[in-house]
């Protein structure tokens, strides 16, 4: 009864890392529902990541009453929406501004790496003195973060070793969607098999079996020719189609 309890339960709180898969469509539902006034949302979103908005006051007893024991002091469903909600978005709205940066990237290398620099120890800096955690900064991190991350991605697209990461990239969704459950069995694997093994070396070898085996099992679906749903959006669920031009130049062909 507890077991079905809490599945229940999981339903409106995920555990564990599941929270950022679980969060992706009501993301997408919520845009969806306001694209005729995105900007209008864009704003609503950034005061709500702004905000200092928390849930640990009530949720503790929301969880006692449902007679379930909860590791998270806080309602993911509320907490994290109004945390990440505007990355989400701002992803959506200047996606044509990011592929043209990362176009742009490829023909001024130098500057690039001159304004990942100074993005670099200004992110430093701000860290170092405390100052990161301060709401608009935060915000302000986090886009340029974002940026400096696209950068980096278009520099590192142009080694041969970038061939994988463009892959990856391109197929980003499948790891997202199913990388829990190999990322468990691997740490359980370890725990038992080889307890000895340092933490890091466990999280960065749990890590990759979590990416690689995802990616195995679209191989494997496209082969077999079913299963394509578990990772594929049906077309009445794509906000918008992507332009041909920045398809086919920025992500590799299937």
């Known amino acids: 009864m507890d077991i079905a309890r809490t599945g229940l339960v999981s339903l409106i709180q995920p555990f564990g890392t599941l929270w950022f898969i679980y969060m992706l469509p009501v993301f997408f539902v919520v845009t969806k529902l306001f694209r005729t006034t995105p900007w209008a949302l864009f704003a609503i979103a950034i005061m709500l990541q702004v905000l200092p908005i928390s849930t640990s006051n009530f949720w503790p007893q929301i969880a006692s009453q449902l007679g379930v024991i909860s590791v998270d002091s806080h309602w993911v469903l ?19 501004w ?3 940066l990362a176009e742009w990237t490829r023909d001024h290398i130098a500057v690039a790496v001159i304004g990942l620099g100074s993005w670099f120890l200004i992110n430093l800096g701000l860290v170092y003195l405390d100052f990161a955690k301060l709401p608009i900064v935060s915000l302000v991190l986090g886009g340029a973060g974002a940026i ?11 080694l041969a070793a970038g061939k994988a990461l463009n892959y990856l990239g391109a197929h ?53 020719g079913f299963g394509h749903f578990l990772f ?17 130049s920025i992500q590799p062909a299937e």
């Open 78 to 96: 509320v907490d994290e929406f109004c945390s990440f909600f505007v990355y989400f978005l701002a992803g959506y709205l200047f996606a044509p």
């Open 98 to 100: 990011l592929f043209a």
């Open 148 to 158: 400096a991350i696209v950068t980096i991605a278009s520099l590192i697209a142009r």
């Open 172 to 224: 980003s969704i499948v790891v997202y969607l199913a990388f829990f459950i190999p990322m468990v069995v691997a740490r359980l694997a370890f725990a038992k098999v080889w307890p000895q093994l340092d933490v890091g070396t466990m999280a960065a070898v749990s890590t990759a079996f979590a990416v690689v085996t995802p990616l195995i099992g679209l191989a494997l679906i496209r082969r077999i």
């Open 232 to 248: 594929y959006r049906p077309a009445w669920a794509i906000l918008a189609s992507k332009p041909a031009a920045q398809q086919a």
